[in-house]
């Protein structure tokens, strides 16, 4: 965990030491070595494993590799001095009071006046850590939890203690939102927190619920996953990943800690968990835990699932609910939850059941762990994946109709519901002029929930900014002569709606604007190109019609490009294929972070025909210099898309060329990217922004290139590296990028490669193999080689 946090802050560029204890004791290695106990590498020997570790780990801690040479290693015996030279230091020892005071009395010694401390506890109370201390060190300490894996979790919990300036407060809540990435939440000093005391009752009401309701493990992992907005892992495979002693230790610590919980029996710990623990199947850390992985004789590998009744493993069986099909149609999780309650079977029963509990505990946690019913949705949502908190959910299913479920099992919601019924309040949230508010509990009114103004949330200016709308996007005025283009078709992906939508947004902003956005709050930005609708006018062999839907696609990112207003591309998560080439041809970059994107349509039988194999043949001219090694340069970028990179990190985009430094920015916090990528839209259009002149001097390197790039994919085939269609698709790639067959280097203009690209692309759809890798990825959705 430590290390995990250590390459988080790397990651946004701050300088970290990184200590640990000193072993007690040599390895075989080291006493074959000669090493003794005072040998530096020895002393550091448990820091420097932890590091490497994590940086080794997938996904990574860590943005980009180059990264980890912010963090400086030592120990906690040679190095403490050097904590006084921080300006913020964090504890992650192990969950022991004893240990974490005597560990802040030796940091006491070293840290500087004013220096922020505070310790990454998930349970152990604030009030009790800082006894002993001097007044500056109570007055700059606190908890803050952070939640792991630290790169990908957002949920940052600010804790304070009884002497907690309100200054050090305030600061770590800007600095966890602006710079960490995160949505700090402020929680009171209660056993868990807020997370950590919701997440365990849901999880732990499930594992008694699952028993009740005489219920298979992926029954409850079907329910509990992405039909409701959770993630893919649902409950119990995630349980396996994050550990199940993890989970038991909280839940004990809330069973002592919590004596006066009206669900305290709940954090009790089923029979079947109690074996399970006693057997060490602990999950994956272990090698089996709810799911186990089996390798047969033949090497092939398969999945058993933990029979709860029997405690075996057993195959897995296919988990299906009349009541799931009735949400197939319906795209938006918060639309799905009045259908799933409302279900005859045992998946309504379960989620009737579920729900009721979950809306009873949260309403009764406050006031104990927070005044203010948004941070417990915040908390829920950035720590746990969820895609509605608790109180969303309810707001979706209505507020009177989730009390009567609730009453239906036995529960009664806090007094603070009714009075909110009673005051005229209808839902814990509203939306007025694009502000999300939130019901306010001493003030008895709908209040504004702070911090959004460094936000812009389409979900709530959609409706009231919208100036144009078809089937696969809504363009909405984000204000300041700025326009914003969402895509809302299925996965985002572009098909001609989608580019008649940006050619109309663009027409707009030429006419009546300043700029212009392409952003999304979806899940992915784009998946890339409807490949359905290529699939069928390939079968269909339509290919007039497809020749002229690709070379809309090639003419619409032109149009990106060569527009008299500025375009600005915000991409998130999964951008690929077609997603990737708009970012290419915008003017500028805002992405996310967490940005995977990159050229993947060698996956289906394709190369890049939207424009994407030439933008990556034009950026390697860019790079030549004089007397530099040309076909290098080539090489790399040919290489990025003959082998569908993806980048991990907005950050490794810089090293494929997808994003350009200089000119590209990464923003860390999501929730700000839209609103910062407004802000360079409305700056280029300020500073005078003029339509660029159409390049026409690419140099391409003909025969010599093209030479270098069959002789590679000849070698490549020959070792069984790629198959023969893989050839066959490389080679019409290394065309592309050679420019053709040329005797010589030649200077050419777009034009000319996007028409090379468009023909290659449409030859391709010809080919048997192609249009059996198209219909693999519609079918299975994962890549086939053939």
């Known amino acids: 965990m430590g290390s995990g946090i250590a390459c988080h802050f790397a990651n946004i560029g701050v300088e970290v030491l990184l200590l640990d204890i000193v072993p007690r004791e040599l390895t075989d290695k080291e006493k074959k070595k000669g090493l003794s106990l005072e040998d530096k590498p020895v002393r550091n020997r448990l820091v420097n494993e932890s590091l490497q570790t994590a940086l080794k780990s997938k996904p990574s801690p860590i943005y980009h590799q180059d990264f980890a040479k912010r963090i400086k290693t030592g120990n906690l015996e040679d190095d403490i001095s050097k904590v006084s030279e921080a300006d913020w230091i964090i504890e ?3 969950e022991r009071l004893d240990i974490k005071k005597q560990v802040f009395e030796n940091l006491e010694k070293h840290r500087k006046p004013g220096t922020l401390i505070t310790s990454n506890t998930s349970g152990i109370p604030i009030k009790f850590m800082n006894e002993g201390r001097s007044d500056d060190f109570k007055k700059h300490f606190c908890g803050t939890h952070f939640f792991n894996p630290a790169r990908y979790l957002k949920l940052f919990e600010i804790i ?14 800007m600095y966890g939102e602006k710079f960490l990435g995160k949505t700090s939440v402020v929680a009171k000093d209660t056993p ?7 997440g365990i009752f849901s999880i732990m009401s499930l594992f008694h619920t699952v028993k009740d309701m005489d219920m298979s493990i992926e029954e409850v992992d079907k329910l509990t996953g992405p039909v409701i907005g959770r993630p893919k892992s649902a409950t119990f495979r995630t349980v396996d990943v994050v550990g199940l002693d993890t989970l038991v230790h909280v839940a004990n610590g809330l069973y002592e800690g919590v004596p006066n919980d009206e669900q305290h029996e709940l954090f009790k710990l089923p029979d079947f968990i109690q074996t399970m623990m006693d057997n060490k199947w602990l999950g994956s850390k272990t090698g089996q835990g709810f799911y186990k992985k089996i390798k047969n004789k033949d090497g092939s590998s398969e999945i058993k699932s933990l029979d709860l009744n029997t405690l075996e493993y057993r195959d897995q069986k ?3 609910f009349a009541t799931l099909e009735l949400t197939k149609t319906i795209d938006k999780v918060e639309d799905r939850f009045k259908v799933l309650i409302n279900g005859k079977d045992k998946a309504g029963e379960f989620y009737r059941k579920n729900f009721a509990s979950l809306f009873a505990y949260v309403s009764n946690r406050i006031p104990e762990i927070t005044d203010e019913l948004y941070k417990i949705d915040d908390a829920m949502k950035a720590g746990f994946g969820w895609e509605q908190g608790p109180f969303q959910i309810w707001d979706a299913i209505g507020v009177e109709k989730g009390i009567e479920l609730m009453k239906a099992e036995g529960y009664e919601p806090a007094a603070w519901v009714n009075e909110m019924l009673e005051s005229g309040s209808k839902s814990f949230y509203s939306v007025k002029e694009g502000n999300t508010y939130y019901y306010d509990i001493p003030q008895k009114k709908q209040v504004k929930v702070p911090g959004q103004d460094a936000f812009i949330i389409l979900d709530n200016i959609r409706e009231s900014k919208k100036v144009f709308e078809n089937s696969g996007v809504v363009v909405e005025d984000l204000g300041d002569g700025i326009l914003n283009v969402e895509f809302r078709s299925k996965m985002n992906s572009i098909g001609g709606d989608v580019l008649d939508g940006i050619n109309k947004a663009i027409d707009m902003a030429e006419k009546d604007y300043q700029g212009l956005v392409v952003a999304n709050n979806g899940k992915n930005f784009s998946v890339g190109a409807n490949i359905g609708m290529i699939f069928m006018m390939a079968v269909e062999q339509e290919y007039d019609e497809l020749n002229m839907a690709i070379k809309y696609f090639q003419d619409t990112m032109m149009r990106m490009r060569y527009s008299s207003i500025p375009t600005v591309a915000a991409p998130h998560s999964m951008t690929l294929g077609g997603g990737c080439e708009l970012s290419l041809h915008a003017d500028k970059v805002v992405a996310s972070a967490e940005t995977y994107i990159g050229l993947v349509e060698f996956g289906v039988g394709v190369i890049p025909g939207g424009g994407g194999s030439k933008e990556m043949t034009r950026r390697a001219a860019q790079t030549f210099g004089t007397n530099d090694v040309e076909l290098n340069r080539l090489r790399e970028y040919f290489l990025a898309i003959g082998m569908a990179k993806v980048s991990t990190s907005a950050y490794e985009a810089y090293d494929t060329g997808i994003l350009q430094k200089g000119k590209d920015i990464v923003v860390v916090n999501p929730n700000r990217q839209l609103a910062i990528a407004k802000k360079h839209a409305l700056l280029m259009a300020e500073n005078g922004y003029t339509q660029p002149v159409k390049t026409n001097d690419i140099k391409v390197l003909g025969k010599q290139a093209l030479g270098m790039f069959l002789v590679g994919t000849d070698s490549m085939y020959a070792g069984k590296y790629i198959s023969e269609h893989d050839k066959k698709i490389a080679n019409k790639l290394a065309y592309v990028m050679a420019g053709g067959d040329l005797s010589e280097a030649t200077y050419v203009t777009e034009q000319y490669l996007l028409d090379l690209e468009r023909e290659a692309f449409l030859s391709l759809t010809g080919e048997r193999k192609t249009l059996e ?12 080689r053939n």
């Open 192 to 198: 868990a927190f807020i997370g950590n005391r919701i």
């Open 318 to 320: 296919k988990a299906s």
């Open 773 to 784: 890798r198209l219909q693999h990825m519609l079918q299975k959705g994962k890549p086939l």
């Open 92 to 94: 992650v020892v192990v």
């Open 160 to 173: 304070p203690g009884p002497d907690t300036s309100e200054e050090v407060l305030d600061f770590l809540n």
